[in-house]
């Protein structure tokens, strides 16, 4: 069984990959690092996004093994840059 | 009342202001981030901030929860703004108040500092010469390429 997870793109991610969001299917257990092992697999514009990415889930920062399960929000967070 | 906002409206400071300050306070203060007209020495036209605005809302109430905890008073207001902001209009205004000036100063401090590393919020300069250019940022604390998240306020390791 596949876990949907909705991804979210800011800034300058967004701007480099043409998108806003987007919802990925992992498989059961999977982790952030998953998340972008898989995005990045898809090559190009996707590889931009770093291999060890700032990500937000659920509005609150994670490392990469944080697990993710179905429905959870991952945001890409590039440097960020307040004030 | 401690009050943290991200909206796109135009921040009124007198608003946020008038949202601290009691008679207990001989000290207030109103901290504005302005857009300015140039990066280094290249002249700039406006900026566009960008926020990941439900998240940025929750961070900013806890930056400003954890000025309150140094401040050792609720009198903490902080507004940032997203959208596309011209040169003089303010970005951010954060206004704090206590019975004395230092404690006013350092919280003050706190939230425009903390707000840069952790806030969820980018900014775009816009280049009188027509290129657009993202804003070289902070990796947030607790995040795969940050630094371990630091302990903050004065209640310890919260």
Known sequence: ?83 | MIFARVASEVIDPAEVLARVGSDRDGATLLFLGVVRDHADDRPVSGMRYDAYEEMAGEVLSKIAAEAAERLGTDRVAVVHRFGELAIGEVSVAIAVSSPHREEAYEASRYVIEQLKERLPVWKKEHYVDGVSEWVEGNVPPGTASGAEPAAVGTGGDA
């Open chain 1, 1 to 83: 069984m596949s876990v949907p997870v909705h991804t979210l793109f800011f800034a300058a991610y967004r701007d480099r990959l043409g998108l806003s969001e987007l919802t990925v299917e992992l498989a059961q257990g999977a982790t952030v690092a998953d998340l972008v092992a898989e995005l990045r697999g898809r090559g190009s514009p996707f590889d931009i996004l770093p291999e060890q990415p700032a990500v937000a889930v659920n509005r609150t920062y994670a490392m990469l093994d944080e697990p993710l399960g179905a429905g959870d929000e991952v945001a890409f967070i590039p440097p960020v840059a307040g004030g």
